[in-house]
């Protein structure tokens, strides 16, 4: 008995030394922080050094900038107001586009400028991670491997290199601020410290709505390492018991009740969110099969986590392929780490590292599915970070129970950190060229049909279009039902001559798009331009009328397609057609040569008067007075 009394007393010593040295304030290592946060931004700019030369992805990038002519324009007041309303890439995030725009005021269309910007707030975020992980902690030399693996992580290039991942770089970025600015207010909490905290989550929340599970955070923060939870009445409002720091203790209503406001944001937020991402959300897959592809992508995310191998910009979504015993297998070892992590709860930083990682996913895991992918290894960006504090608190302590030599703690560490700088380097030369990156894509993949049809457009950018055709014959052939392979293969076959194989493959994409014309109302304008085209030059007249008066009807506002149409019709006799279109046409632009085309349809038409004033029109014009009229 007395032996064991005194075991229980010397553990209960070494706790409070061990709170003793961890919650040591931050300037007291001040030269430690700096070296750490040296070695850190060194070896982040070092490892991404190579992205400088990496040119725009096919990928998204013409979306967000390269063909974004609002964000070309750059910081314009037109700009700023469309980045605060627009829902466009199915997304309401005004600061990512902003960020954008700020980009093309400073580089315009030089990749190496957007690249740099998102290596510099991935730096920014890495030593974000640190301070606020040693300031919360107090642990220096943990916080600090933590931000290496968050640093140096493979998993990390697609975030990182992917110049339209701007917002998955620039919402961690708020999100790590608030956090910190969490533990600020949680010193001392006033009303005008909380006013910070929201207000830096709502600015992540306009970057991108990943972090929209921040609330949630805060309550594992506020369990470890803040402990400011409160269990039993004598604990609550007391800053002297089991708490890490300065932090008052609450019961865990208060707790959560302190939250609301945060969860209001949240939710306001979600709702935002649900409506700018209509048109993306993928509503085909059946229930059943989007929560077993969700049970077993958390799985392979811990894998990938651990091993890093067969990274891929793109993995298709195959939740009603997978067998049943693998996601029961899946289910239970979830299970079974739940239960792990929350029996020894005694070791907080298990059950909040692990809680992180499961609920930060929750908003990306595709039960609510957007897009085709089945996970994303930027959806890990954020949520990773959990991991890396469970794995890293767990290691060292284990070594301090092993009393391992620091040389070998030392040794260690520097294999890791080696490991994974040469695994990152070598993933992210893929990301050198869209051929390259989209051919790896398809090679650690399987039935990867979106893959096989970026690779084709790839090939086809670089001047390699007969090697591209049998990857859209491939995507076509896995899934039948996508209608893009068929868009350039039609193209193809066109600029090749062959009208009849162009136009099969144009009435394809036209039969697959034809009950969701508000999803593909661009893609079915633009296909029905380039059947007309092909019609007319078949001679098929009035065929090729029909499509232009498709084209028109999903695009009002291109002044060169109402001329194309009337032309059309004035050939075939039609000219209540063509006068309509050449009047809607000189319109939206102004031009000489509109205004002749009207002329001669009025004058044809029996109605000289009008005819007269088009031809004035267009001798006014033509005379180079304003154009504006």
């Known amino acids: 008995m007395a032996r064991a009394a005194s075991r229980t007393k010397s553990k209960k010593r070494d706790r409070q030394q061990e709170k003793i040295t961890q919650n040591r304030p931050f300037h007291s290592g001040r030269r430690r922080v700096l070296l750490f946060s040296i070695l850190l931004a060194v070896a982040t700019v070092a490892l991404y050094l190579p992205v400088h030369h990496h040119p725009f992805l096919n990928y998204d990038d013409d979306d967000y900038v390269t063909d974004n002519l609002r964000v070309r324009a750059g910081l314009q007041a037109d700009t700023i107001t469309w980045a605060l309303t627009a829902y466009d890439a199915a997304n309401w995030h005004p600061l990512t586009w902003l960020s954008h725009a700020l980009d093309c005021q400073f580089f315009a269309l030089d990749p190496a400028g957007h690249h740099d910007t998102n290596v510099l707030l991935h730096v920014v975020n890495v030593l974000l991670l640190f301070w606020v992980l040693a300031r919360a902690t107090g642990w220096l030399n943990r916080s600090a491997f933590v931000a290496g693996l968050f640093a140096l992580h493979p998993i990390n290039i697609e975030s990182v290199a992917w110049i339209a991942e701007r917002k998955n770089l620039l919402s961690t970025t708020f999100f790590l601020l608030a956090l910190e600015a969490w533990r600020w207010y949680a010193s001392k909490p006033q009303l005008r410290r909380y006013a910070v905290v929201a207000a830096l989550y709502a600015l992540g929340l306009m970057a991108k709505p990943q972090i929209i599970t921040f609330p949630f955070v805060l309550l594992l923060w506020d369990y470890w390492p803040l402990e400011r939870v409160a269990f039993s009445a004598a604990a609550a409002g007391s800053n002297q018991g089991e708490g890490s720091g300065p932090y008052s203790q609450k019961p865990p209503l208060w707790l959560l009740g302190e939250k609301l406001p945060l969860l209001l944001l949240s939710a306001a937020s979600a709702v935002v969110t649900m409506r700018a991402q209509q048109t993306a959300i993928n509503p085909a897959n059946p229930m059943a099969a989007r929560l077993a592809n969700a049970l077993v992508a958390y799985v392979r995310y811990l894998g990938q986590a651990i091993w890093p191998a067969h990274l891929a910009i793109l993995y298709p979504f195959r939740g009603s392929e997978l067998g049943g015993w693998t996601v029961v297998t899946c289910a239970l070892l979830l299970i079974a780490i739940t239960v792990g992590v929350v029996a020894y709860r005694r070791f907080r930083w298990l059950p909040v590292g692990w809680f ?222 063509a006068l309509r279109a050449y009047s809607q046409a000189v319109q939206l632009k102004p031009s000489s040569q509109g205004y002749l085309l009207l002329k001669d349809a009025l004058r044809k038409a029996g109605r000289e008067q009008e005819a007269r004033a088009a031809a004035q029109k267009a001798a006014f014009l033509a005379g180079g007075a304003g154009t504006s009229q």
């Open 356 to 577: 992180w990682f499961v609920g930060t996913l929750v908003p990306m895991i595709g039960v609510v599915q957007v897009g085709r992918q089945a996970m994303a290894d930027r959806y890990a960006y954020l949520s990773f970070i959990g991991l890396f504090i469970l794995i890293v608190w767990s290691v060292a302590q284990l070594v301090k129970r092993l009393r391992a030599p620091v040389s070998v703690q030392a040794a260690a560490s520097a294999i890791v950190f080696l490991a994974l700088a040469v695994a990152t380097h070598r993933q992210l030369a893929l990301w050198s060229d869209n051929v390259r990156l989209w051919t790896h894509a398809t090679d650690v993949t399987e039935s990867n049909f979106i893959a096989e049809d970026y690779l084709g457009q790839a090939l086809s950018a670089a001047g390699r279009s007969q090697e591209a055709m049998p990857h859209f014959a491939r995507a076509a052939q896995i899934d039948p039902a996508f209608p893009y392979p068929y868009i350039h293969m039609g193209i193809y076959l066109h600029q090749q001559n062959d009208l009849q194989g162009a136009l099969r493959n144009y009435q394809k994409v036209i039969a697959l798009t034809n009950d969701d014309e508000s999803h593909y109302g661009e893609v079915r304008h633009r296909i029905f331009v380039n059947m007309a085209s092909a019609y007319a030059e078949l001679g098929d007249l009035a065929k090729a009328r029909d499509c232009f008066e498709a084209a028109v009807r999903l695009n009002p506002d291109n002044a060169d397609e109402w001329t194309n149409l009337g032309t059309v019709a004035q050939q075939l006799g039609d000219l209540d057609t």
